[in-house]
């Protein structure tokens, strides 16, 4: 299956997860989206990355759905970049195949906003954790869309979850935009 818009599901473990296993259930009942479960597909780390790239080939937008582990992506997720995003294919000489894409992270954490902030518990804004993700998408020539956050995802209640979701699935399937690429 292909469709305009992917999601790369990465959550090592989802059936203990909250927040992503609700976003991805709900991006999963949209007949334009494609969720592809990165640690269902790939659970021995091997990756079929002609697969990959076909279903990266047919969309026009690339979500990165995961928890933030380590201040970053979970081990897979960095995996499949490593992997799939190949030279000539992706970036170098010849490599245009993401070309105009949208990359849109969406992404939860157990730490809370106000500690994200120079001297607080974390040491810096969130968004300087993020500066590898939006340089991936500058130098695929895809075009970058102000990520999706969710803070503090242990205390958050149902309603505010609820609320999260209602507002992930309306970005989600928001057309996308046409236009020059954002570096
Ligand atoms: C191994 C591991 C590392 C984590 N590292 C961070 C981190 O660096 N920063 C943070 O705010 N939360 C961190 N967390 C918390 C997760 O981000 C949080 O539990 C998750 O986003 C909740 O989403 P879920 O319900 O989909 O699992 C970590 C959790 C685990 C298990």
New binding site residues.
Partial sequence: MSAPILVLLA????R???????LAQEARARPEVEVRDLYALWPDYVIDVEAEQRAVEAAARLVWLH??????MPALMKLWLDEVLLPGWAHGRGGRALQGKELWPV?????HARD?RPGGR?GHDFADFLRPYERVAALCGMRWRAPMV??G??SIDDAALAVHAREFVHRLTAPVPAGPRGD
């Fill in positions: 959550h090592p473990e989802l203990h997860s909250r927040i992503c296993r609700r928890p933030v582990q380590w201040y970053s992404l939860s954490t157990g730490g994200y974390h969710l803070h995802a242990a």
